[in-house]
């Protein structure tokens, strides 16, 4: 069953960031293959809100956040940001843009760059900022990210977790209205990544901007989000909607909740059938 719109408590205080999903289709068609990845989906994402994207390998999830990114076209469909439309019948790939901003992880840094020239880099690049303002801002947003300090090091020198930081921060200075993430955390064990989740969060509750999350891992799903998508086995579109009603900020306590527990159930039941039909019409890793 789907969940209605986010509620009050599923937003945060932010006016600007949503995304407006409407019936999308994309059908690759390498060699008239036609490849359906997504589904007639259909989602509404509120202006900072942090939303979950889970569902199995292959299903759909990626090609959903190329579309919004703008890396790629969809088939049908609408994609709008604050009711500007992105992309659709008339203009099938979104123009990428600073609003919408794909934080790429791991050796995205210029590891030649200190972390405070990483930061401050694209602004001055693209001629939004002259190179005093962008570092007097990079500054600023280093030290409100716990990066204090650090300013002068090479990505090489600081580390994961502080390297994270910066990537996000980085994104940050062009005060986009969308972070997107794919499976950031995939490669991490599990103690890095609940620093790099509190690292997130900090960084979000600073900032509330909307956060469009691809996971595979439950638990940081639904540590993270205010809710989680439960998309279906390929073709991909939402099968159910979870409203993380654990408040936020959140700290790593809230693991050891009850309700913690009953929403890791949930998705699990629900994932774990759509992973099954997934294997069984013979989807591998994507
Ligand atoms: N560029 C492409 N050309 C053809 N097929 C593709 C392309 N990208 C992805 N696909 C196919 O589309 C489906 C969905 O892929 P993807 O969006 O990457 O899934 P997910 O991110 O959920 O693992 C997969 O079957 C994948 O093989
Ligand atoms: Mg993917």
């Given at each position: ?19 407006c ?57 609408e994609i709008y940001l604050?009711g500007e439309l992105l ?200």
């Amino acid at each position: 069953m789907l969940a209605p719109t986010p509620t009050a408590s599923a937003r945060g205080a932010r006016t600007q960031g949503a995304i407006c999903i409407k019936d999308v289709v994309k059908v690759y068609d390498p060699d008239r293959a036609a490849i359906m990845a997504v589904d007639h989906c259909t989602l509404d994402i509120a202006a900072g809100e942090i939303c979950m994207i889970v569902g199995p390998s292959g299903c759909g999830k990626t090609t959903l956040l190329n579309a919004i990114a703008g890396f790629h076209s969809i088939t049908s469909g609408e994609i709008y940001l604050d009711g500007e439309l992105l992309c659709g019948p008339d203009k099938p790939m979104a123009n990428p843009g600073p609003d919408r901003i794909v934080v790429f992880q791991n050796g995205a840094l210029f590891p030649w760059k200190t972390n405070l020239e990483n930061v401050a880099f694209g602004v001055v690049m693209q001629g939004k900022m002259r190179k005093k303002e962008a570092y007097e801002k990079a500054r600023a947003m280093m030290a409100d990210a716990g990066l204090s300090g650090t300013e002068h090091n090479y990505p090489g020198e600081v580390s994961s977790g502080l390297r994270r930081r910066v990537e996000i921060v980085r994104a940050l200075m062009n005060d986009p209205k969308v972070l997107l993430f794919d499976e950031p955390y995939r490669a991490l064990d599990s103690l890095t990544k609940s620093v790099m989740h509190e690292a997130l969060l900090e960084i979000y509750y600073k900032n509330n901007v909307t956060i469009f999350f691809i996971t595979h891992d439950l638990e940081e799903a639904i540590f993270l989000g205010h809710r989680l998508v439960i998309m279906t086995s390929r073709p991909c579109r939402p099968k159910q909607i979870l409203d993380v009603d654990i408040p936020h900020p959140r700290d790593y306590s809230v693991l050891t909740t009850p309700r913690f527990r009953e929403l890791m159930d949930q998705t699990i039941e629900a994932v774990h059938e759509e992973a099954r039909k997934s294997f069984e019409a013979g989807e591998r890793e994507g």
